[in-house]
């Protein structure tokens, strides 16, 4: 039997419509049978036995039952990606869609080894499509979850996401994160002069679009706590600086004329501020830029470099790499750049860190003996444990619930002309299982994952 508490977040328990995203409306669906309350699937559990899920097409009528299953396509694929649950087999299928639409038929759905149920139902009106869907606990034949969304019919893709976030969270208990997008620098060309450009896509490779054309390289692109503005690095006129991109008008501005080379850039969580680093003479420090006077703020002094700063969550200390004390390693201080204090203390060096939305972990890049590896640790430098290893491998971003990590690979490859390389974005559980390789039209390094965008 799986238990669950009331989802908190977007799924519209109360009396009243709830807009959901933008262009996006939720209503609660009266319950067909009392509602699950408790405790959750162990998310550690899932990941040895994951959750049997039976995810049937939505019915509907015409381009509403093809939409139908498009979101149903959408919903299943994601469920399995995330390694926490195993779809059965539609072969397997009893009852139909449409029938299990009207009421579910239990029996036929146990019989088969579904643990979880989802149902539902499209109808489209004119530009704009109404999607019903329902999660049910198949053993005590009860209802966990009821809820109509409306949107515009372009947004189908979006209503899928979010009902794969509400079935995560009611049967895991964690927050999910399909509903979000990953910014990344598209790479093509010999490795000795690669064209890198911006690209975006939803987290599941889908709805992709270049921002930028190549004219100028772009690197480290960060997103701002509201989904929709990207700080990066660009060659611009052969000028490595910090720009700002504005994802809504696409508009395209630098973030300041500062002495020296400014680089590796990220928003504060309260996305008031930028910070980054910035050469000036031999040296790399550490400065704050306020978004709103672009006045710039010193934090670290001395000699070395003060590289790839990157707050804690709650605002309260960044990390950073440094090679202050002779080797490249990772400190903590606190957000006024006092009090610093070294991390890592493991074999090898240590780079690009980056603070999990939980504010648990910091996810790093270590170089040990020629060889790279992603991997974590507390925020006071224990517990460090590595994920993946590779000939290449870089540049970890945390998902906004903090469960999975995702980073570039790069192999050696053969083209045409006997050499090459490939990079490639991956992702994997912060437990160190599922790594998975995501599919990109073209080399991809330096992925940055989005808030939750509703």
């Known amino acids: 039997m799986i238990r669950s508490p009331a989802i908190s977040r977007r799924a519209a328990l109360g009396a009243a419509a709830t807009l959901v995203a933008p262009g996006i409306w939720s209503w609660p669906l009266p319950a067909r049978a009392q509602q699950t309350q408790g405790a959750v699937i162990d998310i550690t559990r899932a990941r040895t036995d994951p959750i049997p899920i039976a995810v049937p097409d939505f019915a509907g009528a015409g381009d509403a039952g093809r939409v139908g299953r498009d979101i149903a396509r959408v919903i299943l694929n994601n469920l399995r990606g995330s390694g926490l649950f195993r779809p059965v087999e539609r072969a397997a299928f009893i009852q139909t869609a449409e029938a299990a639409a009207q009421a579910p038929r239990f029996q036929d759905w146990r019989v088969i080894g579904a643990q979880a149920l989802t149902t539902g139902r499209a109808e489209i009106a004119g530009d704009r499509i109404r999607v019903e869907f329902r999660l049910w606990d198949v053993l005590p034949e009860q209802q966990i979850q009821g809820t109509a969304f409306t949107a515009p019919l372009g947004n189908w893709r979006r209503i899928a996401h979010l009902i794969s976030d509400v079935i995560y969270e009611r049967l895991l208990g964690e927050k999910g994160y399909f509903d979000t997008r990953v910014c990344y620098v598209a790479e093509s060309g010999p490795r000795d002069r690669r064209n890198r450009r911006l690209a975006i896509m939803d987290q599941d490779g889908e709805n992709h679009r270049f921002l930028t054309d190549g004219t100028f390289a772009a690197l480290t692109p960060r997103f701002h706590p509201n989904a929709q503005q990207i700080a990066f690095m660009s060659y611009n006129q052969n000028q490595p600086r910090v720009f700002l991109f504005n994802l809504d008008s696409g508009r395209q501005e630098v973030l300041g004329n500062f002495p020296g080379m400014t680089l590796s850039p990220r928003f504060s969580p309260d996305g008031r501020s930028v910070i980054l680093s910035s050469t000036r003479g031999n040296d790399a420090n550490i400065y704050i830029v306020d978004l709103g006077s672009r006045r710039e703020r010193q934090l670290t002094s001395g000699g070395g470099l003060d590289v790839s700063p990157c707050f804690s969550p709650d605002g309260s200390q960044i990390v950073f790499n440094s090679d202050r004390g002779g080797d490249q390693q990772l400190y903590v201080m606190s957000a006024d750049g006092g009090g ?90 912060i437990a160190g299982f599922n790594e998975r390789q995501i599919a990109t039209p073209t080399d991809a390094s330096d992925p940055a994952w989005s808030p939750l965008l509703s």
């Not at 690009?352 to 504010?359: A, C, D, E, L």
């Not at 540049?395 to 490859?413: K, L, Q």
């Open 340 to 429: 610093a204090r070294r991390i890592s203390f493991g074999r090898g060096r240590y780079a690009t860190p980056v603070w999990s939305p939980r504010g648990d972990l910091i996810a790093f890049t270590r170089i040990a003996s020629g060889q790279f590896a992603i991997g974590v640790m507390r925020p006071d430098g224990s517990g460090e444990r590595i994920l993946s290893e590779g000939w290449g491998m870089e540049g970890p971003t945390f998902a906004p619930n903090g469960r999975v990590m995702m980073y570039f690979r790069e192999s050696p490859a053969r083209d045409s002309r006997g050499s090459g390389y490939s990079s490639r974005l991956a992702s994997i559980d």
